[in-house]
């Protein structure tokens, strides 16, 4: 990988460490502190007075006979209030307690799958799919693929790699040697338009690659043509195995400029776009 993968790796391992450590630190503060009870439970209880009211005095209806304790009272009701204090094992996880822990666990979640997906988005595939080594299969049964009989070309596309296997030159263009982008006489272009990544799809009648969102035209073997891409299309580096099979490598990416020659004749025909 190159030395800004590298730092981007660096910085998203970093992150998801300290969030860990800084977990770490608050777990144990919190289980190192006294025990300080944080819930106070008021419990209301009703106390019963009973005062005394004076008399009167007798009166004209009071029947003659032995005397009477007819006092009058009054009830008065009194509502006295204590706190109870309960240990966090009693009183349980208060609901800020329970929204704090709620959220810390969101916020770690969501760093730890952010850092996930940033090291499998940046760390490139050793076995199967994009970003590793893709199996094109033999480069002769390939190259008869790509070559019609009226001698008009068809790329052969390789889902798995992203890319469109096609012939090249002969002879090999100078400014292609010693980059190790052609292995038994094909290339291996990138799907991606240059200007803004878009799949570039390939056109038959103009024997070329033509992009539909911004136009941008590229011959045969991927040399810029016109349009607003800055450079011709990407290139995978390739090599042949020991059985003839053409492999393409797809975690190594190999720009290619503008020329101020195209190496084939582009366009053979009407374009696929109208831009």
Request: charged share 20%; net charge negative; aromatic share 8%.
């Amino acid at each position: 990988m190159s030395a800004d993968i590298w730092i981007l790796v660096g910085v998203a391992a970093v992150g998801v460490a300290a969030v860990v450590g800084a977990l770490v630190v608050a777990v144990r503060r919190r289980g190192s502190e006294p025990f300080a009870p944080e819930v106070a439970t008021p419990v209301r209880e009703r106390e019963l007075v009973s005062v005394a009211v004076p008399a009167e005095g007798p009166t004209e209806e009071t029947p003659p006979g032995p005397p009477v304790d007819d006092t009058p009272t009054q009830i008065e009701v009194r509502e006295v209030a204590r706190v109870v204090e309960v240990s966090p094992e009693q009183a349980g996880v208060t609901r800020r307690q329970f929204f704090n822990r709620a959220l810390g666990a969101t916020f770690a979640t969501f760093l730890t799958g952010f850092g996930l997906a940033s090291l499998s988005f940046l760390w490139p595939k050793l076995t199967g799919g994009f970003g590793s080594d893709v199996n094109a299969g033999k480069v002769d049964e390939l190259l008869k693929k790509t070559v019609n009989d009226d001698g008009t070309i068809t790329p052969v596309y390789l889902p798995e790699a992203k890319a469109y296997v096609v012939p090249a030159p002969d002879p090999l263009p100078a400014i292609y040697e010693g980059k190790n982008v052609v292995a038994g006489g094909v290339f291996a272009l990138y799907q991606r338009c240059t200007h803004l990544g878009c799949r570039v799809p390939w056109c038959g009648a103009s024997q070329g690659f033509e992009c539909p969102c911004h136009g941008s035209k590229y011959s045969v073997i991927g040399e810029y043509f016109t349009g607003p891409a800055p450079r011709s299309l990407d290139r995978f580096v390739v090599e042949l195995n020991d059985a003839g099979e053409l492999i393409i490598k797809t975690g190594q990416i190999v720009q290619t400029p503008r020329l101020d020659r195209l190496n084939v004749p582009y366009p053979q025909g009407p374009s696929c776009i109208d831009i």
